[in-house]
């Protein structure tokens, strides 16, 4: 159920509770330096939040959110670059899950207008399915994770090379919105 409050006021409202309830040496620690261990890209979705599915704390990752978890966007490859070259994360995750407005798009021809690349990602990933399982959103979700994550490492030379030297892991998940749980892939 929503709150009636005017959504100006309740993201003041939570602000206030969030620097009441969160420790000011963390936040001190956190103008010090950036080093997140992960960074992980995921979809735009309200119900997918990785610091609450993960149990992470303010800076532990990089998160990087568009429609559909999909790297067709170069801001969205770049933002992943930076993170495995600047930050120097070890590890990048696709994070996708079941019930996916994005995916469910490319089954009702919505195109909302620029949103092309990403449903032309989904489309892609749809298409090497078998048929039967095609039809089967949550497997067409997953589909895509792993259609994410050769696409990163196809076409980004320095996260390919972070990979071939060891300094980097790539692996994809997941999340069922009914269940909570994060099936790892």
């Not at 800076?59 to 959110?65: C, E, P």
């Amino acid at each position: 159920m929503r709150e009636n409050l005017d959504p100006k006021t309740r993201l003041m409202n939570g602000n206030a509770m969030f620097r009441r309830m969160t420790d000011s040496e963390l936040l001190t620690r956190l103008t010090k330096a950036h080093e997140p261990f992960i960074a992980i890209l995921t979809c735009s979705d309200a119900r997918v939040d990785p610091a609450k599915v993960f149990n992470l704390s303010l800076g532990d990752a990089f998160v990087v959110r568009t429609a559909g978890n999909t790297v067709s966007d170069r801001s969205v490859m770049g933002s992943l670059e930076y993170a495995v070259d600047c930050l120097e994360v070890n590890a990048i995750l696709v994070l996708g899950h079941t019930e996916c407005g994005a995916v469910k798009a490319t089954y009702e021809c919505v195109d909302p207008g620029n949103l092309d690349g990403v449903l032309q990602d989904i489309e892609c990933a749809k298409s090497k399915l078998d048929p039967a399982d095609a039809k089967d959103l949550a497997l067409v979700a997953e589909s895509n994770v792993r259609l994410q994550l050769r696409t990163l490492e196809d076409t980004s030379i320095l996260i390919r090379d972070a990979m071939t030297r060891g300094k980097l892991v790539m692996f994809g998940a997941v999340l069922d919105i009914g269940t909570g749980a994060v099936k790892f892939i």
